[in-house]
């Protein structure tokens, strides 16, 4: 049965969240295995419109049980209000599940990686200040505090005062912050445990007899490949990894039981957040993508920076992720331009190349060379068979398929679930 991964292969906000909410109809199972409430994704349907940060997709679907893998780290007050709202809205979240392997976001992850951003000046990532990171790092360090342990008050107490005297000496002696108050943490932590401990499970071995049953499983990735701390602009990356090997880490899936890696790509590329960006448009056209397609950050709302479909990053992403195929989206934001490019190399030091360097200092010295294609300057969003698409959409999409090297199965033209050319089912 179907072991389905979505993953994001560029630096985020492809459109994972609408491909997933198309997806889950059939799926028994959606999980989210990385990231956190860094994550945004916008759902459009029949419910109406949602901004999911932490909750997965699946949500809106009776039948499917929705899945916080253990890759993910929970921040349970978002959590707390996401349920909330979407409760508010009518949608039934009770077939909700957190891997008692989660780590928890803390209060002194955000105040801390406040103060680290703060501190870098210029060199800040620009992350999302959620505490992603500093939650990741004391995962590494050993010292986080789990899902698991809100299930036992006298563990949590026990974690807690260890993790917190040493990082108020952070706060304090390094940052010259105020400490954090033990009483608070703990009695607030509390409170989340006893809202959430019926969720809290071994969400691995819960997946494993699904998989067993033959239920299809649906992967929701977060983020995107150009983000991975591995593979992506590091150190302007994300902290837990976004790509196809982490979603079977982050589910507690056997990597032998995924049975389709669909890789989405936006039909042009953006970035939030600093680090290099080889295709970026600091322009009319660049301005231009920004506001047809209103790309600002779902959870900052900053201004997203736009720029050309870059096949080399592609083709990376799809190397290292082993996509089977690939979802294009957002295909109607193009439908305007007279003239349409992809970058199919870069020049650097006076040499073309064809491989997305590892280096930062390399990547900003990249010169983006450029094949150009007609525009179609027709409306798509109407299409769903992809012989009706305009002819100079197609010729678009094929070249996207021979620059990747891998077939579209997916193609968005809006933003509503029907809004989808679909050449070929996943599950
Ligand atoms: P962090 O994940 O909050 O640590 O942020 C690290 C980098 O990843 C920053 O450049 C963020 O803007 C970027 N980032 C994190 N989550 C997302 C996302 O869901 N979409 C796009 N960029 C993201």
């Given amino acids: 049965m179907p072991v389905v991964a979505v993953i994001g292969a560029q630096w985020g906000d492809e459109g994972k969240g609408k491909i997933v909410d198309m997806l889950s109809e059939k799926a028994k199972y959606v999980v989210r295995f990385s990231g956190g409430d860094n994550a945004g994704h916008t759902v459009v349907n029949p419910h109406g419109e949602f901004k999911l940060r932490l909750t997965p997709s699946g949500i809106f679907y009776k039948e499917t049980t929705s899945v916080i893998g253990n890759g993910v780290v929970v921040n349970p007050a978002v959590l707390n209000k996401e349920i909330d709202d979407l409760n508010a809205r009518g949608i039934d979240t009770s077939r909700l599940l957190i891997s008692d392997r989660a780590h928890l976001i803390m209060p002194y992850h955000i105040v801390i990686e406040g103060l680290e951003e703060e501190a870098l000046g210029g060199k800040a ?13 004391d995962k590494v360090a ?35 912050a105020d400490a954090l108050s033990f009483d608070d943490i703990y009695t607030q932590y509390c409170q989340y445990a006893d809202r959430w401990a019926p969720c809290i499970c071994d969400t691995s071995a819960v997946l494993a007899e699904a998989i067993a049953r033959n239920e299809p499983v649906l992967l929701e990735g977060a983020q995107g490949t150009l983000l991975d701390p591995d593979y992506g602009t590091y150190p302007y990356t994300t902290s837990s ?32 957040g600093a680090g290099p960006m080889p295709t970026e448009l600091n322009d009319e056209t660049g301005n231009a993508i920004r506001e047809l397609a209103q790309e600002y950050g779902t959870v900052s709302g900053r201004p997203r920076r736009c720029g050309w479909f870059d096949a080399v990053a ?50 900003v010295k990249c010169q983006p060379v450029y094949e150009d294609l007609p525009g179609w300057q027709k409306t798509t969003g109407k299409t769903r068979v992809f012989n009706d698409l305009p002819v100079k959409a197609q ?7 021979e620059l990747v090297g891998c077939p579209v199965s997916h193609i968005s033209i809006g933003q509503r679930r029907e809004e989808t050319i679909v050449r070929k089912s996943v599950f």
């Fill in 395 to 401: 010729k678009y999409i094929k070249r996207l398929e």
């Fill in 241 to 272: 990894s976004p790509m196809a090997a982490g979603a079977c880490l982050g589910a507690g899936i056997a990597p032998n039981k995924l049975t389709h890696t669909l890789g989405v790509f936006k039909a042009y590329q953006t970035r939030v």
């Fill in 142 to 176: 050993r010292t986080g505090i789990r899902a698991g342990d809100l299930l036992d008050k006298e563990v949590l107490r026990e974690r807690l005062a260890t993790a917190l005297e040493n990082k108020n000496k952070i706060l304090t002696k390094i940052y010259g």
């Fill in 125 to 137: 990532i620009g992350t999302t200040r959620k505490g992603i990171g500093p939650a990741y790092a």
């Fill in 314 to 363: 592609a083709r990376l992403t799809a190397r290292v992720n082993g996509f089977n195929s690939l979802a294009i989206t957002r295909l109607d934001v193009l439908d305007k331009l007279p003239r349409l490019r992809i970058c199919t190399g870069y020049k650097v030091d006076g040499q073309v190349i064809d491989n997305f360097p590892a280096s930062t200092t390399t990547l």
